[in-house]
């Protein structure tokens, strides 16, 4: 079975500045989605960034931004110029490439956002 | 349409009272999720539809949930003699399942239970 570990409970950042938060996760798969979502205060999970594991480039969206190193089995999110609107619950999900597609989940970082 | 709606948003009820929750999923969707979410945790896979058909149940759904997706549109999460221990966030989560689609997740605001 797959695991995702995030070892960061909680990370706070100055606004503008730039956070890394850290994941790695566990599989005998080398095919395999990796996704990052966000889930504010009160509010539904989004979809912030994904990568598609057998992309040697890192995906980009935006300020947000992946550090993805396959044979360490690493999963890093880059939050480049921080914004209030960025503080939230951020959590790490693996999915296989195949069977029912269904996400496992780290347990989360707690990102705040210092004016 | 503007994303996956649950309802309700907050349910509070005795140990050992049955509960409904029910998810309406993005329109053309075809894959509907039901995940549980506890305090500190990620949210956990419980279960999953394609269509109408319950193609996959995790080890956490005992036998007092049961789930239902009648005509592959909305679907309902029965809890049966709710214990102390069911109190948690449920979330529902829709997707397009098929060539070409990302398969990308949508989740809805979630079900937030408390069992007194």
């Known amino acids: 079975a797959q695991t995702v570990t995030q070892s960061q409970p909680e990370m706070s950042v100055q606004e503008a500045e730039t956070v890394t938060l850290s994941c790695t996760y566990d599989?005998?798969?080398?095919?395999?989605?990796l996704f990052w979502y966000k889930q504010p205060p009160s509010r539904q999970m989004i979809l912030v960034i994904r990568?598609?594991?057998?992309?040697?480039q890192n995906a980009t969206e935006n300020r947000f931004s992946v550090n993805f190193q396959k044979a360490a089995k690493s999963f890093s999110l880059k939050i480049s110029d921080s914004q209030l609107g960025d503080a939230a619950m951020y959590f790490c999900?693996?999915?296989?490439?195949?069977?029912?597609?269904?996400?496992?989940f780290g347990t989360g970082t707690r990102l705040t956002i210092i004016p | 349409d503007t994303g996956v709606s649950q309802n309700p948003r907050h349910k509070i009820t005795k140990r050992g009272q049955n509960v409904t929750f029910r998810c309406d999923p993005i329109?053309?969707?075809?894959?509907l999720y039901w995940y549980r979410q506890t305090l500190g945790q990620g949210p956990e896979f419980l279960t999953y539809?394609?269509?109408?058909?319950?193609?996959?149940k995790s080890r956490l759904l005992s036998d007092r949930f049961s789930a239902e997706r009648p005509k592959g549109s909305f679907s309902t999460l029965e809890i049966q003699r709710t214990e102390q221990g069911d109190s948690a966030m449920y979330l529902c989560?829709?997707?397009?399942?098929?060539?070409?689609?990302?398969?990308?997740?949508?989740f809805g605001p979630g079900t937030r239970l408390t069992v007194t």
């Open positions: 599989t005998s798969e080398s095919d395999y989605y």
């Open positions: 329109s053309e969707h075809n894959r």
């Open positions: 539809f394609q269509n109408e058909a319950q193609l996959e």
């Open positions: 999900a693996y999915r296989s490439e195949f069977g029912n597609e269904k996400l496992t």
């Open positions: 990568q598609e594991a057998y992309k040697q």
């Open positions: 989560a829709s997707s397009l399942a098929g060539r070409d689609y990302s398969y990308e997740q949508y």
